[in-house]
């Protein structure tokens, strides 16, 4: 069982920044592919970014790319998302998860794929 808690989320203005946390227990983290989603009200459950188990190679969504950097630290047992240059659009809960499957870094993984997930935490980007 791993237990992840998300930290980070905040209220900030559009062109800003926010470092997202997401601190693991409980399991082997680098046994996992670590993912980070995003939630707006109404909306599904969507992919933002992937770094492998060793943190070799990311993978983002487009709407994010360029803007948003994902890391991990397996040594501490986290990892963070970097976020700049928000946009309201931004706005959503991001969630962090791990997948234990082994899968391509570029493919979009579904709902389905991940093992565990965050309690995530509230990223408000006001205009």
């Known amino acids: 069982q791993v237990k992840l808690v998300e930290s980070g989320g905040a209220l900030v203005q559009a062109g800003g920044s926010l470092r997202l946390s997401c601190a693991a227990s409980g399991g082997t983290f680098s046994d996992y592919i670590l993912t980070w989603f995003r939630q707006a009200p109404g909306e599904e459950r969507e992919f933002v970014a992937a770094i492998t188990r060793f943190g070799a190679a990311t993978h983002y969504a487009d709407s994010v790319k360029g803007r948003f950097t994902i890391s991990r630290d397996n040594a501490k047992n986290t990892a963070h998302l970097q976020m700049n240059s928000l946009k309201p659009e931004d706005t959503a809960v991001y969630y962090c998860?791990?997948?234990?499957?082994?899968?391509?870094?570029?493919?979009?993984?579904?709902?389905?794929?991940?093992?565990?997930w965050g309690q995530g935490t509230q990223v408000t980007v006001s205009s």
């Open positions: 998860a791990v997948e234990g499957r082994p899968r391509a870094i570029w493919t979009i993984p579904s709902i389905s794929d991940v093992d565990y």
